[in-house]
């Protein structure tokens, strides 16, 4: 999992590019709700995207602040797709002595 940088400058870094968007576009910070996640499978190890874990609760933020409830994980089957993927990460940086992630899929139950 990546590591948070505690330095703050991430956390600048994203209120230095939001401010730069036109004024209409409504930005929704989820840097906050993801590092309060962190210590979730929310980040894969091997590569540069969110899991499904993580993407969920960036969707869980995105869906309050904009005014709708969003649907509640248990309200999720969980479905390991894929059980041994490596990512860019991995293939770029040439260590291979990295556990292997895996993939889920959110299956709703409603």
């Known amino acids: 999992m990546p590591q948070i940088d505690s330095s703050g400058k991430e956390a600048d870094n994203i209120i230095f590019a939001s401010s730069m968007l036109d004024k209409q576009i409504k930005f929704i910070n989820i840097y906050n709700t993801l ?12 590569d540069s995207l969110w899991t499904s874990e993580g993407a969920y609760y960036a969707y869980k933020r995105i869906i309050r602040k904009i005014g709708f409830t969003p649907t509640d994980y248990s309200d999720y089957n969980i479905i390991h797709m894929k059980s041994d993927y490596y990512g860019n990460l991995y293939d770029l940086s040439g260590i291979n002595n990295v556990d292997y992630d895996y993939i889920d899929r959110f299956k709703s139950t409603k």
């Open 35 to 46: 590092c309060s996640s962190d210590d979730n499978y929310i980040f894969y190890r091997t």
